[in-house]
């Protein structure tokens, strides 16, 4: 049993910056290959962003890549997601998944992840 908490969602202005957080409980976070996701109202949950176990391999959406970064510490059990040049599209839901004892790399599909947090939200006004 993997418990993931996400953090550091919340109000920002067009163009500003946040970063979330996802602290996992266990003692084998180092094992997870993890990702962040997020899923507007009406539509299907997507990959944001993603990283391998060891940090080496990470995905970006095309929709995010050059204004959000994922990256983790495995002393501290925890992942990011940097978010800059914030845009209004970006405002939904975010979550931290976790795929345990993965040897792939980044991995992006929702199916292939085992455990969830419970979402942070994200509000960018225009």
């Known amino acids: 049993q993997v418990q993931l908490v996400e953090s550091g969602g919340g109000l920002v202005q067009a163009g500003g910056s946040l970063r979330l957080s996802c602290a996992a409980s266990?003692?084998?976070?180092?094992?997870?290959?993890m990702g962040w996701f997020r899923q507007a109202p009406g539509k299907e949950r997507e990959c944001v962003a993603a990283i391998s176990r060891g940090g080496i391999s990470t995905y970006h959406a095309g929709s995010v890549k050059g204004r959000f970064t994922i990256s983790r510490d495995n002393a501290k059990n925890t992942v990011y997601l940097q978010m800059n040049s914030l845009k209004p599209e970006d405002t939904t839901v975010y979550y931290c998944a976790a795929r345990l004892y993965s040897l792939s790399g980044a991995v992006t599909g929702v199916g292939e992840y085992d455990y969830w947090g419970q979402g942070t939200q994200v509000t960018v006004s225009s």
């Open positions: 266990g003692r084998t976070f180092s094992s997870h290959a």
